[in-house]
């Protein structure tokens, strides 16, 4: 077995013996990285052989030093990055830099892709890694570095660099007015992308849908162009485009993965153009993808509660929100508030003990809602009276009166009304009149609360009519 283990790597050096052209480096470096990512036993062999007959090639020499910090053996790959970097090679000096960025040392790196400029000025890559690692420190100076290379290199895409340091940085502003300036045709296909995102994320749809439109001019394949423009139109409620563009990110885009952020907004444009069926179903598949956290997993379920509740179809979306409010790590009080109100919907779509049962439910939860947040107070109040005023249609047991009237005293110590608070104020005061009125026939308490009506509604009618009973 030892003599075959020599014999191969006996024949192996004797290739590498071989005369040297730009050809057979390549083949070498394609096998010594292939060799480092598999890890065969006699790695440390194949490595020595290739470094003893290339160690005047600094070409091979980084090349065996990335091919270790692709597997995260930075030691060695320090090792070989120094071996090149005695023959002044600028290669050397972007791999060490390298090798100190992945080790947090973001000033050590910056020197070292400093250097690397100092020995190919012309390269546009070590001007870029420079600004990448000082844009943590100062964006606006890792920028100024770049201006450098504009010197250098007249011909490339300068501004759109300073526009991906923007960007990365979320300086979503300097990223737009720095890729403004840039030729788009000159753009690479992820500055393209980035210039449409800082768009997105700004919320200026129209414009990150111009910019991922000119993309698909050149690239009508490319899934990220596809998915902006699929987003945008979805944001911009054209729905019918949004899942024509839907449909080209799904079908016919090169190398697409999905996310469950894909399927939510299949789900959302499906919903807009009334197709709710098929809205639940993106929803649902939704669900299945990988989440990388809870709360948006649960934003998805509230989704599709909303899609159920969209259709009528209560019990789906009360069943989808309860579970959206049990994993939702922090609900507040309109989260909370949304749960009594399908119960409140579902009462009006059935009769009977269910329409009782729903209406019961619903005012349980209101008066939970109001013990839980006690700013909700009025909120909640309003709504149990409604509700009750539902259970007890007729008023003959008078269910929803302490609920106005505690309305009422919640609203007295208020200085201003504005037009929501008048509105829930007639209510209470209607109510009473015709409680007053009709089930109590006490009519000087019906002109009371007919009086204090016209107090914010001079013109009503009932009020009117109330005051002139004899």
């Not at 539902?390 to 009422?408: F, H, T």
């Not at 919640?410 to 007639?426: F, G, H, I, P, V």
Request: charged residues 30%; aromatic residues 14%.
């Amino acid at each position: 077995m030892k003599a075959i283990k020599y014999l191969f790597i006996g024949a192996m050096m004797s290739g590498f013996a071989a005369p040297a052209t730009a050809q057979d480096e390549k083949a070498v470096i394609d096998q010594i990285t292939n060799a480092i990512k598999s890890k065969p036993a006699d790695l440390d062999a194949q490595v020595k052989a290739v470094y003893k007959k290339y160690k005047k090639n600094p070409e091979v020499l980084v090349a065996i030093g990335q091919a270790y910090y692709d597997v995260k053996d930075t030691a060695k790959a320090r090792t070989y990055a120094e071996y090149a970097m005695k023959q002044k090679y600028s290669p050397a000096y972007m791999l060490m830099g390298d090798i100190k960025a992945y080790g947090d040392d973001g000033g050590g790196a910056a020197a070292f892709y400093d250097q690397a400029i100092y020995f190919d000025p012309k390269n546009p890559e070590p001007y870029y890694k420079y600004a990448s690692v000082y844009r943590k420190i100062s964006p606006t100076q890792a920028v100024a570095k770049l201006e450098d290379l504009r010197i250098q290199r007249p011909d490339i895409a300068v501004d759109a660099l300073a526009g991906r340091i923007y960007y990365t940085s979320n300086e979503f502003d300097k990223a737009i007015a720095a890729f403004s300036k840039a030729d788009k045709n000159k753009m690479e296909e992820r500055d393209i992308t980035n210039f449409a995102m800082a768009y997105y994320f700004k919320g200026e749809y129209a414009k990150s849908l111009d910019i991922a439109k000119f993309g698909l001019q050149k690239s009508p394949r490319s899934a990220a162009y596809n998915r902006l423009a699929f987003f945008n139109c979805t944001d911009l409620k054209d729905y019918d485009t949004a899942l024509a563009y839907a449909d080209a990110l799904f079908n016919k885009s090169d190398s697409a993965k999905f996310s469950y952020f894909d399927y939510t907004y299949y789900g959302n444009a499906l919903n807009g153009a009334k197709k709710h069926d098929e809205a639940i179903t993106m929803f649902k598949k939704a669900l299945e993808q990988e989440f990388d956290s809870k709360d948006k997993r649960a934003g998805v379920i509230k989704a599709l509660s909303d899609a159920y509740s969209t259709q009528e179809k209560y019990d789906e979306a009360i069943e989808f929100y309860d579970q959206y409010l049990k994993e939702y790590s922090t609900p507040t009080a309109t989260d909370h508030a949304g749960l009594p109100q399908l119960y409140y919907y579902k009462s009006a779509k059935v009769e009977g003990q269910a329409k009782t049962d729903a209406l019961k439910k619903a005012d349980q939860l209101y008066a939970e809602l109001m013990e839980k947040y006690p700013d909700a107070a009025e909120y909640a109040t309003f709504w149990r009276a409604r509700v009750n005023n539902a259970i007890d249609d007729d008023q003959k047991n008078g269910l929803a009166k302490p609920y106005y009237e505690k309305l009422i005293e919640l609203y007295s110590s208020r200085t201003e009304l504005n037009d929501s608070d008048k509105n829930r104020l007639k209510e209470c005061y209607l109510y009473l009149i015709s409680y007053y009125a009709r089930v109590s026939n006490d009519i000087p308490a019906a002109k009371n609360a007919a009086g204090k009506l016209l107090e914010i509604d001079p013109d009503n009618t009932i009020a009117k009519q109330v005051m002139e009973i004899k």
